[in-house]
């Protein structure tokens, strides 16, 4: 069993869409990061929720962390190609981080 | 900084055959990681170091696998015997500070035990 649920786990869509990815947990996480993901590479940093109920921006792409810091979501705007890999949500419990399973998003030209 | 450097990046081998996987953190950096990332499971945690020391081992599978950080700049991940189970790409991270904080993973090393 998952600690961290992401959905969906694949997504194709055509570029200029826009999209939404989640991840959810009946547990509560003091933190909360997101990371991407590429082919060939190890995950990299998107960004890091603290504060429930707490929103960010990175140019298109806008996360939240829930008011009960158990859940997060991650939408982009008018994605690119750019854009495709796998996106990572990874909650901090007991001091170490816990990843979810992951959403694969191939974004089509 | 030339990042976190693993290898070696491709590793066939048999099973039954001893693998050992090296990784060399970011400089300052004062915990290590050690994860395995397959389809079926996600990305697993195996075992972190806080400076140089195993702090959490639970995410080890079994006696077979062992994890030494002999020193700041080096730690290995030895899986002895190998087997087809253990396929998957292995990943080591650092991180500065507490071990929640932002983490900078390698390029990962890509195990297939055939």
């Known amino acids: 069993t998952q600690l961290l649920e992401q959905s969906p786990q694949f997504l194709s869509i055509q570029e200029g869409e826009n999209l939404t990815v989640y991840c959810n947990s009946s547990?509560?996480?003091?933190?909360l990061q997101w990371y991407r993901q590429e082919p060939g590479e190890g995950p990299v940093l998107l960004v890091t929720?603290?504060?429930?109920?707490e929103v960010k921006k990175l140019k298109r792409l806008t996360f939240q962390f829930g008011d009960a810091r158990k859940d997060s979501s991650l939408h982009i705007t008018a994605a690119q190609t750019g854009d495709t890999g796998l996106y990572l949500c990874?909650?901090?419990?007991?001091?170490?981080?816990?990843f979810g399973q992951g959403t694969e998003l191939s974004v089509k030209p | 900084d030339a990042g976190v450097i693993q290898s070696p990046r491709h590793e066939v081998t048999e099973m039954g055959q001893e693998v050992t996987l090296r990784c060399k953190p970011i400089?300052?950096?004062?915990?290590l990681f050690w994860y395995r990332q397959t389809m079926m499971r996600g990305l697993e945690l195996l075992i972190y170091?806080?400076?140089?020391?195993?702090?959490?081992d639970s995410g080890m599978p079994e006696d077979r696998f062992s994890a030494k950080m002999p020193n700041a700049s080096f730690s290995t991940l030895k899986i002895q015997p190998s087997e087809p189970r253990d396929s998957a790409v292995y990943f080591c991270?650092?991180?500065?500070?507490?071990?929640?904080?932002?983490?900078?993973f390698g390029p990962g090393t890509r195990l297939t035990v055939l």
């Open positions: 929720v603290v504060t429930g109920g």
């Open positions: 170091f806080n400076n140089n020391v195993p702090i959490d």
């Open positions: 990874a909650g901090n419990q007991g001091g170490k981080l816990i």
């Open positions: 991270a650092s991180s500065w500070g507490l071990p929640y904080n932002e983490q900078f």
């Open positions: 547990s509560v996480f003091s933190s």
């Open positions: 400089s300052g950096h004062n915990s």
